[in-house]
Every structure is written in C-alpha cells, then in structure tokens.
C-alpha cells in the first residue's frame, strides 16, 4: 500500500486575515535603534553639530543635531533615499524612543540643500589652468562644520580607545554610478561621482571624505585628504603610517609624507608604501633585476605565482627630492603555474611597490600593503551597498557631499557602538547584521507611572547584554 505524503504547511494558505484598522498600541519595529541613538549622544555628536553646524534660520522646526541624528538612523536601518524617511515616520514608536519626530523627504531635501553653494562652484571653475576640465569645489562652512563633527567623533573614539596607538591611514577613492544628467562620466565612462576616503585602519572609521565629481581623477590633489585625515587622529597615537594606491603616487603628497618636520600633519616619521606608477624607466630597472633576486611571499593563490624583489631605481621625477634618501622600491612579479597566458595576452605581470620603510623584509611589506584591500575598499563597498552613500539623492554637488558625510557619521557611530559596547564576536559585523540581531527587533512601548518602559521580543541574554551597552555609553548632560 502506497504511503500517503503528509502535506507540508507551505502548500496551505496562511491561517489569518489582516484587519485594516491599525493597531492601537504604540508598537515599533525598531527596537534596536535605541542603541544607536546612545552611541550618537555619548560620544557627544549633538553638542558638536550645535557648534559647527549652523544653517537654520528661524527656531521653528528640527534642528541641525535632530536631523543629523535622523540621517544617521536611516542609514543604519537600511534607508537609501529621503523618501525612506516617510516610512520611518510610520513606525509610531521610534519617534517616541528617541524622543523627537522624523522630518519629511520634503524637509530632508531641503536640509540637504543648504549643504550646497554654487559660487564655490564656480569659483573653483575659474581657477583651472590652461586644459584642465576637472576641478574641487572648496566646501561652504556648513560642509565643513559636518565634517568637524566626523572628526570630533574619531577623536572622542580614541580618547576610549587610548591603547590603540598605532594608526595606519588607508587612503582611496572609489566611483559611485549615477544616471542623473548633472553626474559627469568617471574614466569607466559611466556617470557618477568619484569621492575620496582615508580610514584609520586599526579602528576602522572613516578619517576624512572628500566628495568630487566622476571626472575627477584620483590622483587630484590626494595630500588635501591626507592632511585632513591625520588631522583627525587623537593625540593617544603615537606611531603613523599610511597607504595608498598609484593614484597616491603622487610627488606633494610623498613629499609631505618624507619631511618629518612637515606642516599640517604629526612631526616625526611616516611610514608608507605607496603603489608605484609602472613608468618605462621602472619597467626597464624591473627588467635587469637578476633571476636569483626573485623569491616568492605570501601564500600560494591558486594557479599563480607571486614573486617580489629589490629594485635598484631612483627616478628622475619630482617625486624624488634631491635632498631626501632614495626611496625603496619592491618589484611584484605575477606568473601563470602553467604556461598559459593572461587575458592580455602576456606571460607575466609587474606592479612595484614604494616605500620609506627599509627594516622590513620584502614580502611582509608587501603584504601588509595589501591588506588596505580588505579595509578602504571594504568601507567603500559598506557605505554604497549597506548604506545610502550609493545613490545621490539630488543635482546639486554640496547636497550629494553632505549626503555621502552623513553615510560616513553613520558608519563610524556604528563602528563605536561595536568596539565600545557591543560583545566581541560582533566587532566585524556589517550594517545588515546589525539589523537582523539588534536595529529590527520588535517591540512595544507602555506607559504607567508617568514611565515610559520599551519590552522587546528578543531574550533574556539579549536584553542583558543591551542593558550593559547602555551603561557603557553615557550620555553627559
């Protein structure tokens, strides 16, 4: 006799209806974002942006700390444009947690706009010279003020984080496609933006930002970054060193980063290395480097080969002041375990590797260069994909910038809220886990006794661990 399948509850209908009133209670689907909200106040953002962000002019409304503290909640819950602020306003319990209301995309928008100001557009347009097409508009001060709060919060971290000595800055840019008709075509050829980023690799948070058109190249004045983001670090680090691409090979910006009695930046020594720009006259000095010279580093990587060596080379470009100790060169050399070829069409590859550290052996240098993989491009791929830097809400450039720094506050106070109160294993986590174990958790507010008490769906140990984040993250008054 044939066995009768048991029918899998997927095949039935769902066993409720919706009633179409909403619900009377004051429930909220956010009952993580409270933590969040502590980590903005404790490190002491809302007094910062009443210092340096000033662009309302009447009382009424929200202000500048409210809606900064807006954007970065919307961020951090998965928001990507300012009409997601609509279906914030739909949550009846958020804006009673975090005790002030969520503005409108309209009000969003306009907040957003006074970020923008087109005489510094334009003064940056007569400033090119001869050819150039490209150019940087300096920031109005609102844009600046927002990005002294960035810098007040990566300090303030330091300040809890004073072992953390050590600060290797990771500097990059990366595209941000966009189909708006003011976007300018990248060298990809799409259109979008191109902004600039340097991260403080131990801590991971975001140094500084510069935001600028997509035919801006990256190697655009990189030192103004630079500058900007070891300007940021607290006075607890005592040892510097940076790395960049090609695009950082760049002779002001190497200079800056050789003269140990630089300006606008710590006193003292530097290391760095610094992807080199494959000229023909270091191809050619790749090329003279003996056979025996070569020696493979690193694990193994599939089917390739990977070999670095001493390069005997100093060039004949600014880059290499006359005064100053030849820098170091490290040739890379990639070849096929078989003999096939690469999808160009050659045999082998070279990249070269510069730098100022000579007490290093070759291979760890190289490595620990590569490791900025896994930490700008990793903040790159964060803020476009998990964040809402990855679509500009508006034409206007100051808007878009101020949109792009406020993604880069959100990932930062998020990246506060893991290492100063959060447990161990959820240090490395991303903005979507986050969301799933912490930021989306539902729950109901109840009022009595003049109390206003949050009861969430989640655990006992859950809660007690959310309970000991909260004493860990004072907000002085």
Not at 122 to 147: F, S, T, W
Not at 195 to 221: I, K, Q, S, Y
Not at 399 to 418: D, E, H, P, Q
């Amino acid at each position: 006799m044939k066995k009768v399948r048991k029918p899998s509850p997927t095949e039935s209908p769902l066993l409720f209806e919706i009633d179409p009133e909403p619900i009377p209670e004051t429930l909220t689907a956010l009952g993580g974002v409270p933590l969040l909200v502590q980590t903005f106040r404790s490190l002491g953002l809302p007094a910062q942006v009443r210092e340096h962000v000033r662009i309302k002019e009447r009382d009424r409304g929200y202000d500048e700390a409210t809606m900064v503290e807006n954007f970065v909640i919307l961020n951090a819950v998965g928001g990507e444009c300012c009409d997601d602020f609509e279906r914030l306003r739909e949550d009846p319990g958020l804006s009673e947690m975090i005790g002030h209301g969520v503005p409108s995309p309209a009000v969003a928008r306009k907040f957003l706009n006074q970020f923008h100001d087109e005489a510094k557009i334009e003064a940056a347009k007569q400033r090119r010279r001869g050819d150039e097409v490209a150019y940087i508009p300096e920031e109005n001060e609102a844009l600046q003020g927002l990005g002294l709060v960035n810098r007040a919060l990566v300090q303030e971290l330091g300040r809890r984080c004073p072992e953390q000595r050590i600060a290797t800055v990771d500097q990059d840019a990366t595209i941000i496609g966009s189909s708006k008709q003011f976007a300018l075509r990248t060298y990809e050829g799409e259109r979008g933006y191109q902004p600039m980023l340097a991260v403080w690799a131990e801590l991971n948070v975001v140094l500084a930002d510069e935001f600028r058109d997509g035919n801006v190249p990256a190697m655009m004045d990189p030192l103004a970054v630079a500058k900007k983001a070891f300007a940021a670090l607290p006075t607890t680090v005592t040892e510097f060193y940076y790395r960049g691409d090609s695009a950082c090979h760049e002779s002001r910006l190497m200079n800056w980063l050789r003269d140990e009695e630089r300006a606008d930046g710590p006193r003292g020594f530097i290391g760095f290395a610094i992807s080199a720009r494959m000229s023909e006259a270091l191809h050619t000095a790749i090329g003279k480097v003996p056979a025996e010279a070569w020696a493979a580093y690193g694990k193994e990587r599939g089917t390739e080969i990977r070999e670095c060596a001493e390069v005997s080379f100093v060039p004949g470009e600014k880059s290499e002041h006359k005064d100053t100790q030849p820098l170091r060169y490290l040739a890379i050399r990639i070849r096929p375990r078989q003999e096939d070829l690469f999808a160009d069409g050659s045999k082998v590859k070279h990249f070269a590797v510069v730098t100022n550290i000579r007490e290093w052996k070759a291979g760890r240098l190289i490595e620990w260069h590569r490791e900025k993989a896994g930490t700008i491009e990793g903040v790159h791929d964060v803020l476009k994909n998990e964040l809402a830097a990855g679509v500009m809400p508006s034409k206007y450039f100051g808007a878009n910038a101020a949109w792009l720094r406020l993604a880069v506050l959100a990932y930062n106070v998020m990246t506060a809220l893991k290492r100063l109160a959060l447990p161990a294993d959820l240090l490395a986590a991303r903005p979507k886990r986050l969301r799933f174990l912490i930021f989306n958790t539902a729950g109901r507010l109840v009022h009595h006794a003049r109390r206003m008490v949050l009861r969430l769906a989640t655990k006992g140990e859950r809660l007690a661990e959310w309970l000991e984040a909260m004493k860990l993250l004072p907000i002085r008054v």
